[in-house]
Structures are given as C-alpha cells and as structure tokens.
T-cell receptor
C-alpha cells in the first residue's frame, strides 16, 4: 500500500519568511513518482513539480525548491521569501508504476494549509 | 491549449437520485482520472481510464462508475446518492508518456 504523510496541517508565516512543507512517503514500488500540487481558494489543483524516484537531484524554480531524499523517503518543499499569493493548500502526492506501464493512481497526503500574512 | 474542463461546476441533488459528471481532458491527453475531495477524507482516487478502458479503481462502492469515450472525454456516474457523497469531484488528465496530471476546476456536488 502507498501512503503519503504531510506532518504539518497548518502553517502560518509572515511575508518574506522562508517556509518548508514536509512530505514523507511509503511505497513498495521500485520506480515511483512524487508530485507537489497547490490548491488556491478557487479549488483547482495546480501542478508544481514531478520527481522520478531514480532522480535525486534537488530542483529550484524561482522561489520554490524541492529536496528529495530517497534514504529518508522524504520530498520536502521550500518557499523562499514567501508572499501572500502563496497562501493555499499544498498537497504532496505519490504515483507508483504498476507493471512497468505509466498508469496508476495518485495517492495524496492530507495537505498543508499555508497562510502568509502581509 | 485549453485546460481540463468539467461540467457542471455546481450541482445540488437529493438523496436517492443519480448524477452524471462530465470531464473533457486537455487535447491530446488520453488518460483521465477522477478524484473525490472531502474535508474528512481528503483527496481520494476514484478511477482512471485510458483508451476507453478502466485501468485502476479506488475503494469506492459500485454506485460510483465511469466511462471514457473514443475522444477521451469521460463521465462519472453516482447512483442512489447519499449525503456522504457531497464533495468536490476532480477530473485530471495526462499524456500516455508523461506523468503529470492536470486537474480541472472540479464539480461541487451537494446532496440534500
């Protein structure tokens, strides 16, 4: 069974602070994919990043960065110099690779509500 | 490209009725997945379709069903609605080779 745990239910920060959202996952698949999605108040899930299990390079995209550590089964997300527009619910998700094909389901964490105050 | 579209956006139904939700994927995307989002259970996978075939199914009762058409559009149906079916139903599409799922705005279903 696959499982994703986001330890922080809610985080509140003041604008310009850095914030890290934690994600820990469990899977028996040898190949898998990790994702982060953002859900603003409008409700639509917005894709942020995908990371393959065989690629442990960290990634930076503007103010966003992701730290993937296979040894600890973690895929943490850091927002540098947070802004009010970053306020949203952030979901970490896991997708296995059943049978070597590309199909499979996304297993989501419970989400972290991030509130950035001006 | 246009994003994933879902219709209707809002729906109010009475317990015992049935409902059909529609999803049009991004052009060229052949895989469509459905998810249910509730405050208590979070985001839960319902099913995934590819080339008109159901590839994977989540742990939902048989009242929840779906299908995919030859143009990749998908519908999901919920029969004999229960109060607990009130949720945001999200559809997502992805390409055969890519793994990112792109989500639509969702259908907010309220069962009274």
């Amino acid at each position: 069974a696959q499982k994703v745990t986001q330890a922080q239910t809610e985080i509140s920060v003041v604008e310009k602070e850095d914030v890290t959202l934690d994600c820990v996952y469990e899977t028996r698949d040898t190949t898998y994919y990790l994702f982060w999605y953002k859900q603003p108040p409008s409700g639509e899930l917005v894709f942020l990043i995908r990371r393959n299990s065989f690629d442990e390079q960290n990634e930076i995209s503007g103010r966003y960065s992701w730290n993937f550590q296979k040894s600890t089964s973690s895929f943490n997300f850091t927002i540098t110099a947070s802004q009010v527009v970053d306020s949203a619910v952030y979901f970490c998700a896991l997708r296995g690779n059943a049978g070597g094909t590309s199909y499979g389901k996304l297993t989501f964490g419970q989400g972290t509500i991030l509130t950035v105050h001006p | 490209k246009a994003g994933v579209t879902q219709t209707p956006r809002y729906l109010i139904k009475t317990r015992g009725q049935q409902v059909t939700l529609s999803c049009s994927p991004i052009s060229g995307h052949r895989s469509v997945s459905w998810y249910q989002q509730t405050p208590g259970q979070g985001l839960q996978f319902l099913f995934e379709y590819f080339s008109e075939t159901q590839r994977n199914k989540g742990n939902f009762p048989g009242r929840f069903s779906g299908r995919q058409f030859s143009n990749s559009r998908s519908e999901m149906n919920v029969s004999t609605l229960e109060l607990g079916d009130s949720a945001l139903y999200l559809c997502a599409s992805s390409t055969r080779q890519g793994y990112e799922q792109y989500f639509g705005p969702g259908t907010r279903l309220t069962v009274t």
